[in-house]
Structures are given as C-alpha cells and as structure tokens.
C-alpha cells in the first residue's frame, strides 16, 4: 500500500474510534472477560459462559430462532405504527378542536395510570395468545403514551412563534399548524418516540411470556421450563440487540428530520 | 337565583362534555354486556359486585402485597440510582467506568429479565422484588444524570464567582435544587414502570397479590375477576401519580413554571 492510502487509512481510524466508542468497546470486551471468568466458576445452571449462550442456544433452537425473531420483530412494529399513528392523530386532533380535547379528555386521564402489563390477561382472554391480541396491547400502550407526549409539545410550542405566524397573515388554523405547530413538535414527539420504542420492546417480551406460541419471549419462557438458562440469556440478548438497534435508528432519523432545530452539541 | 348562578358557573360546557363522555362510556359498556357473552364483556356490576363479594376474604392482604413489593422495590431502587448517579457526578473516575455500563444495560428490555431472575434466585418475592429494584435504578440514574449535565454552567459559574469554593457547596446549593424538578419526573417514570413491572412478575408464578388474583381468574376463565383486577391496579397507580404529584408541587414551589 502506499504511504498515501495508508494515511488516509489512519485518518478514517481516528474518526471512526472516536475516544466515547473505545471506552464502550473496552467495557463491553471486558465484561466478556468477566463473562468467561465467572462462567467457569460459577456453576452452568446459573451462568453458562458465552460460548455455550450462543453456540448452544443456535445448535438447540436454530430451526425456529428466524420465524421466532422475525414474528416478535413484525408485532413490535406493526403495533408501533399503529399506536403511534393513531396517538399522534389524536394528540393533533385534540389541540386542533376544543370539543374533541373536552370529549376525550377524561377517557385519557382515566386510561393513564392503567398499568399496559395488567392487561395482557385480559387481552389474551379476548384475542387468545395469537397475534392480534399482542398487537393490539402493544399498540394500546403506544397509543395511550404517544397522545400524552404529543398533547403536551404541542402544549409547549411557545406562543411567541404562534403569535407571529399570526402577526405575518397566517388566519386559519390549519396554516398555523402546518407552518408552526408541526415543525415545533417533531423534536419532541421524537425524543418521545425513543422511550415508547423502547418500552414496546418490554410489552411484547412480556406479552410473550404469558402467551404466545411463536417469538423471543416464547423462546426464553420454554428455555426457562427446561433450565436452559443459556437460551434464557441469549433470548435477552437478542431483545437488547434489537432495542438498540431500534434506539439508534430512532436517534438517526431524529439528527436527520430535525437538522434545523437548535440543539447544544450533542452527549 | 344566586344558587343558579354559581351553578352555570360551574358547569362549563368543558366539564359537562368531560361528563357526558364518562357517562356515554359507561352507557356503552352496559349495552355491550347485554350484547356480547359475559366471557367477553361482562356488565358493570357483574364486575364490581360480583368480584369483590368472591374475593373479598383475600382482597385487603393481595392489595398490601402488591403495594408492599411496589413500594419497596421502587424506594430502594430510586435512591440507589439517584446516589449512583451524584456519585458518578462527584468523581470522575467513577463516571467514566459507570457510564459505558449504564449504557449497556439501557437497552435491556426489564421484564425480559423476569425468568433469568426467577432462574437464579427461585420463585420467592425477591426476584419480584429485585426487578423492580432494577427498573427503578436505571430510570432514576439516566434521569438523574442528565438533570445533573443539563444545570446551566452559567448558574455554576456564578456560584464560584459569588464564593463556593469547595465542590459541596456547589452541589449543595446550586446542583440540587436545580435538578429537583427532572428527579420528580424521573420518579413518575419509575412509578408507573414499578406498577406495570409489578403486575407481570406477580403474573409468571406469584401466590399473593393483585396479579395473582388475574392470572388466577383468567384461568376460570372468570372475566369479571380479570377486570376487577385491572380496575384495582390502575386505581393504585393513580393514587401513586395523585401522591407524587401533590409532593412535586410541593417541592418545586420556587421553580419557574406556567400553571400547570
């Protein structure tokens, strides 16, 4: 190689390695160290080492582990979009008519405190353990969170930008929502979004546990009947793996969609 | 004539809509019970009367119970998190091992936790316990330590020109009041993950407690049971919200804040 592309080699290195990256490589490859070391103490029953987790794990479930990851990965998703779109439209919905906000607002304020998790029951007596029933909750959970936090942005778009939208000729509301109120919110109802993906994550694990016959949870919970313990971890690693995942793609549409807003340097 | 006059003051068109909405609900909920098989939808009363009259020997005990595990988990859980996080803000060293393993386990869905738990220590109240303990760590140490990064420095400068010399007046005086208000919220987050947590660790195998009396109902096949359950959680959530939130305003009297 020449001492040119070596150099530009190196300079994509330093990029790319940057000092916060290190520090999170150098902790997770320690606690894989730690990992091992206990695992050979302790025995496999409570904490089988890393290669037993994923080699074991694959050679025992590798002929369901796709439909398993594909169908909890399907019911996440499409109980996101349907809750976020249906909380998102009645957030709007609410802040565009005062009688719709007076109507449902005490349907809202009694279904909050409703813990999500106390109605898998109930959904699994309705709907049975097939999809519908885990979409539905996952959606309801969604749904209920994401017309709160868009409820309060757009309570919290200052009336500064209102006020002036109105001074320079904006009369109907729907230019002030498109013009101001939309573009407003977006950071919020994304910075929302990261918590109710991650927290649609925790509703279909447990969804999943308590019925299902299909999916990651499924997995661990059968894993857990045979004291499998090293599947038991692997199906945590997957659901990590994928929350992340999906943090981190949330997180990027956020730097992309609100590459106007003024935000300090990012953590 | 005064009499009516205060009347039509209260009743605004907001709280007789709020009214009519609650009351339409309920209508309709009696209309689908006649409707649908009581499996499905069972009638107000059938829910109300009925489950509490079959469970009424056991119901104050399954209350204290869930209360117990909740209150318990979730106060050891919060202040251990919020102390890690003024830890990790205290001393640098600490922060920079802390940090990466904070962010490791972020991700880590808690209720996924729930069998490994129940693997590793058995099905006694302290893996119900401990995730709770667990959920509420993580919520209050993330909160917290974002509070602690979003104080202005400009407050903090000032606080050194005007004299604080050493680093505990300065968290004394100027960090901890400061992040008051985000702690509160972190603390409502923690709350009602503490309920939800709460009620599935009580569903995978509990002999007590509000969870048990649904899981043990939907085995009857007893919906009436299912939904007196859920009825009772959500009641003590929101008593959990009334409480945390008359502390908040209590609390955060000085913080700058339109009228909520």
Redesign the interface.
């Known amino acids: 190689m020449s001492k040119n592309t070596l150099h530009k080699l190196r300079e994509k290195l330093v990029t790319l390695l940057t000092p916060e990256r290190l520090t999170n490589l150098s902790t997770v490859v320690a606690l894989v160290i730690v990992w091992y070391a206990i695992s050979t103490i302790v025995h496999p029953l409570f904490l089988p080492s890393p290669a037993e987790v994923f080699g074991r794990s694959y050679f025992v479930y590798h002929d369901t582990l796709g439909s398993d990851i594909l169908y909890s990965l399907m019911r996440i998703v499409l109980g996101l979009v349907l809750g976020s779109l249906l909380g998102i439209g009645l957030g709007i919905a609410m802040s565009w008519s005062k009688i719709v906000e007076w109507w449902f607002d005490p349907v809202v304020e009694i279904v909050r405190p409703i813990p999500v998790l106390a109605l898998i029951p109930l959904f699994i007596l309705w709907f049975g353990i097939g999809e519908l029933g885990k979409i539905l909750l996952i959606a309801f959970g969604v749904f209920v969170r994401q017309v709160v936090t868009t409820r309060e942005a757009i309570k919290n778009v200052p009336s500064v930008y209102l006020k002036a939208a109105q001074t320079l000729g904006a009369t109907e509301k729907a230019q002030l929502f498109r013009t101001v109120i939309f573009p407003s919110i977006t950071p919020e109802i994304i910075g929302g979004l990261r918590v109710t993906v991650a927290a649609a994550f925790g509703y279909c694990a447990a969804a999943e546990f308590l019925g299902a016959q299909r999916g990651i949870g499924y997995m661990i919970i059968r894993a857990r009947r045979y004291l499998y313990t090293f599947a038991v971890i692997f199906g945590i690693i997957l659901f990590s793996s994928f929350s992340l995942i999906a943090d981190r793609f949330v997180r990027y549409l956020d730097h992309r969609i609100n590459i106007w807003t003024e935000r300090e340097a990012q953590q | 004539m005064k009499g009516w006059k205060m009347l039509r003051n209260f009743l605004t068109?907001?709280k007789i809509?709020?009214?009519?909405?609650?009351v339409t609900?309920v209508l309709v909920w009696y209309i689908l019970s006649m409707v649908v098989p009581p499996?499905?939808i069972p009638g107000p009363e059938e829910v109300f009367k009925g489950s509490y009259n079959l469970y009424k020997p056991i119901l104050a005990a399954s209350i204290v119970s869930t209360l117990l595990r909740v209150i318990v988990g979730f106060l050891i859980g919060s202040i251990l998190g919020i102390l890690v996080a003024f830890a990790m803000a205290w001393n640098k060293f600490i922060q920079?091992t802390l940090?990466?393993?904070i962010?490791?386990i972020r991700?880590?869905?808690?209720?996924?936790?729930?069998?490994?738990f129940?693997?590793?220590i058995g099905l006694g109240e302290t893996p119900r316990i401990l995730i709770i303990v667990f959920a509420s760590f993580v919520v209050l140490v993330v909160s917290t330590r974002e509070a602690i990064?979003n104080v202005p420095t400009v407050c903090l400068n000032a606080a050194r020109t005007l004299g604080a010399s050493t680093k505990g007046r300065v968290f004394r005086t100027i960090i901890l009041p400061a992040i008051t208000p985000e702690i509160i919220a972190g603390i409502k987050i923690a709350a009602?993950a503490s309920?939800?947590?709460?009620?599935?660790a009580e569903?995978?195998g509990a002999q007590r407690g509000l969870?048990y009396i649904?899981?043990n109902?939907?085995q009857f096949?007893y919906?009436n049971g299912?939904?007196f359950?859920?009825f009772l959680?959500?009641?003590l959530?929101?008593l959990a919200?009334l409480l945390i939130r008359y502390f908040d305003r209590r609390i955060n009297v000085w913080t700058e804040r339109e009228a909520a």
């Open positions: 068109l907001r809509l709020g009214l009519f909405s609650v609900a499996i499905f920079w940090d990466p393993i962010e490791l991700p880590i869905p808690v209720i996924a936790l729930i069998p490994l129940i693997l590793w990064k009602a309920f939800d947590l709460a009620a599935a569903f995978i969870g649904i899981i109902a939907k096949l919906t299912v939904i359950g859920i959680f959500s009641l959530a929101w919200s």
